[in-house]
């Protein structure tokens, strides 16, 4: 049996945005994300020790919901544009620490994580979803 850890990188990373404020680079590209979002994952492998890691984002535009219901989020808020500056770097530390990235177009994170869940645990695994998403509590 392994210990498998899913990370709803998404929520962790809006988290992580709205919790640090003011760090930049000395090119002025906003880090407050990117440094939060990496040490939560640096303690979460350190604490956990997972058997196996991985982070799901969000895809860029709509997904398969928006053609389900096309007032899907509608009154969201648009991404602030110095999380979005973040994400590509976000992707590189993960990549950097041997930690998959996934990302499915047209699908939600919290559906691949689902998905993924599932099969793992049909597989007799032990899931942990690291989330902060109050839709995983459905």
């Known amino acids: ?17 709205h919790a640090i404020r003011g760090f930049s680079n000395s090119a002025g590209l906003p880090t407050n994300a990117a440094y939060g979002f990496t040490a939560m994952a640096l303690r979460l492998e350190k604490e956990e020790k997972p058997d196996r890691l991985a982070v799901v984002f969000d895809p860029k535009g709509p997904t398969r919901k928006h053609d389900l219901y096309s007032d899907y989020k509608a009154n969201r808020e648009e991404t602030p544009k110095e ?49 902060g998403d109050k839709d995983f509590c459905q």
């Not at 998905?115 to 032990?126: H, I, N």
């Open 83 to 131: 999380l979005v500056a973040q994400i590509p770097y976000v992707h590189r530390i993960l990549s950097a620490m041997g930690i998959p990235v996934l990302v499915a177009p047209g699908i939600e994170a919290d559906d691949v994580i689902g998905v993924l869940a599932a099969r793992a645990a049909q597989k007799g695994d032990e899931v942990t979803i690291v989330t």
């Open 1 to 17: 049996m392994a210990r498998v850890y899913l990370v709803d990188g998404t929520n962790l990373l809006y988290r992580a945005y």
